[in-house]
């Protein structure tokens, strides 16, 4: 019962959480409220993608974050080695200010702790709806398009991430324990853009359906006294900006 109950609670949070994330392809962000958590991929149709997608920034090691919210620091260890498509989108938009100012639209902690989600450029602009947030992206100014990018889990002990699929019946390298980072998106597997969130505990029933990408190595307090309306202040690459490469 104690089971049931929990993965009752877990499903439900997630679908909450997720629903209004971000949107895919070129679909109206307004629109994306009517999508919902994507279905596990059967592990038997998994394949490995053999190299990493083109065009796409990407981090060859780790990068060290530094975020500052309510006036403390929050440090988050970037994993490109075994993440590096979604941790290099992540620091390449570090680098541009893209989260600087930026506001944490969405913070779960009851029934039981979850996410605290944030990185909606819209988030910066006090007119936007409240309601709005959660359903922007980040937009490239070179393109004028939104930049989405695959789900990305390297499943542990393998060598190579397997792309715009989810793991089932293995566990990933980087896993949703507390202090955990990692890319929100929508129903579609390749739909993450700009938004990110804290696991407020550990979260094993995403493993496999959301890409994780580092880990808070100082500043977990402040993390899990995130309040909803809390802003980024600022963001910025303390070291390991050498190992971006963009294209």
Not at 30 to 36: A, D, K, L
Not at 44 to 57: N, R, Y
Not at 68 to 89: C, H, K, M, Y
Not at 150 to 176: D, F, K, M, V, W
């Amino acid at each position: 019962m104690v089971f049931g109950f929990r993965m009752q609670w877990a499903i439900g949070l997630v679908v909450a959480l997720f629903m209004v994330g971000c949107t895919a392809g070129a679909t109206d962000p307004s629109e994306s409220s009517t999508t919902s958590l994507a279905e596990p991929a059967e592990s038997a149709e998994l394949a490995v993608t053999p190299s990493i997608p083109e065009g796409l920034a990407r981090l060859e090691g780790k990068a060290t974050v530094e975020l500052t919210v309510n006036g403390e620091r929050v440090l988050v260890e970037v994993d490109g080695t075994q993440a590096p498509i979604t941790a290099g989108n992540f620091v390449d938009l570090v680098e541009r200010g893209v989260y600087d100012g930026t506001v944490f639209h969405r913070v779960v902690r009851e029934p039981q702790p979850f996410v605290v989600q944030g990185g909606d450029p819209q988030s910066k602009d006090p007119t936007v709806p409240v309601q709005q947030l959660g359903t922007g992206g980040f937009v490239d100014p070179d393109t004028q398009e939104k930049r989405l990018i695959p789900l990305e889990i390297t499943p542990a002990g393998s060598e190579q991430p397997i792309y715009g699929q989810t793991l089932e019946n293995s566990q990933p390298a980087l896993q949703h324990t507390h202090g955990a980072v990692a890319m929100a998106r929508s129903q579609f597997p390749d739909s993450a853009s700009s938004q990110f969130y804290f696991a407020l505990a550990d979260l094993p029933f995403l493993d496999g359906s959301y890409a994780v990408f580092g880990y808070v190595t100082e500043g977990l307090d402040t993390v899990d006294a995130i309040q909803q309306g809390d802003v980024v202040e600022s963001a910025t690459v303390l070291e390991g900006l050498d190992n971006l490469v963009t294209e």
